[in-house]
């Protein structure tokens, strides 16, 4: 029977999910009391939808959002819901989740990951993640806004990177998810400024989705999101740490000009497949991976990498590190000895 993971084990693969935070997992044994169908119009049923439209109102207001909630089973569920059937032009840096869903045409990006808003040139739905999940880039979201608007296009902005961690940008549409910030896996939401845009399809979530609705995971979202994340700064300090580590070992920061989120980064290690560091870092006690979680395991090249001009041998040689709430000085202390000596056997070889 299979064990859960070592608790001396450092986990650095936060971007893929992190853990569920006290506080939420709390509400989410209180919800589990309000056992009743939200969509049923009995007094028990009542008193759920109260508890479930108080925890939508909850997200809104942690997110600074104005318009419309539509619950869904995680960011994946939201972004095909606002692109489902629509062509939509995505970056050639976006989550698998979206290229699978969105049309052929893809917006360019530079060698330092971010879009080259001069492609954006035709009314269309545009989707652009806020923080890309392999690279941590920044997307100048504002601008991005701004140039979609400028042509009559439509703004799809997934953010389940940076929900709760940055600003909203000024998106029609915009998918986040729980599970990156201390939420409950298989939770997330779809924020729409205009129903219009969706194509309803029947059921719950004003006719939008169907399925009986998820209160103690809503409720645990909305702990989750007004929590918030004062631990930002400590990231950025321990980045810098790992990162002037990393250099000064022969490696390379992907996209280090970039504008980036704290939270992730990716490592370059000259001669050194992604798959083997992988298994020395997990044999040292050490969870990290090698690009997206919905991905990783496929051994396949990152279309992330090679829209930044990376060649497949050397995007073959990136793993990721990403931090979290309870993520200290010891264990990037121990990752860095551990990328010391994985880097120095490869050059002794």
Same mark, same amino acid.
């Given at each position: ?7 001396? =084990? #450092? ?8 853990? /569920? %935070?006290?506080?939420?997992? !709390?509400?989410? +044994?209180? *919800? &589990? ?24 109102? =909850? #997200? ?8 419309? /909630? %539509?619950?869904?089973?995680? !960011?994946?569920? +939201?972004? *095909? &819901? ?41 009314? !269309?739905?545009? +989707? ?222």
């Amino acid at each position: 029977m299979e064990t859960m993971p070592d608790q001396t =084990r #450092i986990y650095l693969d936060h971007a893929a999910t992190t853990p /569920v %935070i006290p506080a939420a997992r !709390a509400a989410m +044994a209180d *919800a &589990l009391v309000r056992w009743a169908n939200p969509s049923s119009p009995h007094q028990e049923g009542r008193v759920a939808r109260f508890a479930l439209e108080d925890a939508r109102r =909850r #997200i809104a207001a942690a997110l600074d959002w104005d318009g419309e /909630v %539509i619950l869904t089973s995680g !960011a994946s569920e +939201a972004i *095909a &819901l606002g692109l489902r059937g629509t062509a939509a032009v995505a970056s050639a840096v976006e989550h698998d989740a979206v290229l699978a869903v969105a049309g052929p045409n893809r917006l360019p990006v530079g060698d330092i990951g971010q879009v080259d808003m001069g492609a954006i040139i035709g009314n !269309a739905r545009y +989707a652009i993640q806020s923080v890309n999940n392999e690279t941590g880039v920044i997307q100048p979201m504002a601008q991005i806004a701004g140039a979609v608007r400028d042509v009559g296009g439509i703004f799809f902005a997934d953010c389940s990177q940076s929900a709760g961690k940055l600003p909203l940008p000024d998106a029609d549409m915009i998918a986040v998810s729980a599970h990156k910030l201390g939420g409950p896996p298989g939770m997330g939401a779809l924020l729409v400024r205009n129903l219009g845009l969706l194509s309803p399809t029947g059921g719950q979530e004003q006719g939008y989705r169907r399925g009986t609705e998820n209160l103690p995971a809503a409720t645990g979202f909305a702990v989750a999101l007004e929590a918030g994340f004062l631990w930002m700064e400590n990231a950025v300090r321990l980045r810098k740490i790992l990162e002037d580590a990393v250099v000064e070992s022969g490696g390379v920061v992907i996209a280090s000009e970039s504008n980036r989120l704290a939270t992730i980064g990716s490592y370059h290690m000259p001669g050194v497949a992604a798959s083997s560091q992988l298994i020395n870092f997990d044999m040292a006690g050490i969870a990290v991976s090698a690009g997206s979680a919905c991905s990783s395991g496929t051994l396949k090249t990152s279309h992330v990498l090679g829209a930044m001009g990376w060649d497949d041998i050397s995007a073959s040689e990136v793993i990721r590190v990403s931090f979290g709430v309870d993520t200290n000085d010891a264990e990037v202390a121990r990752f860095i000895d551990v990328w010391r000596s994985i880097a120095a056997r490869a050059k002794a070889a």
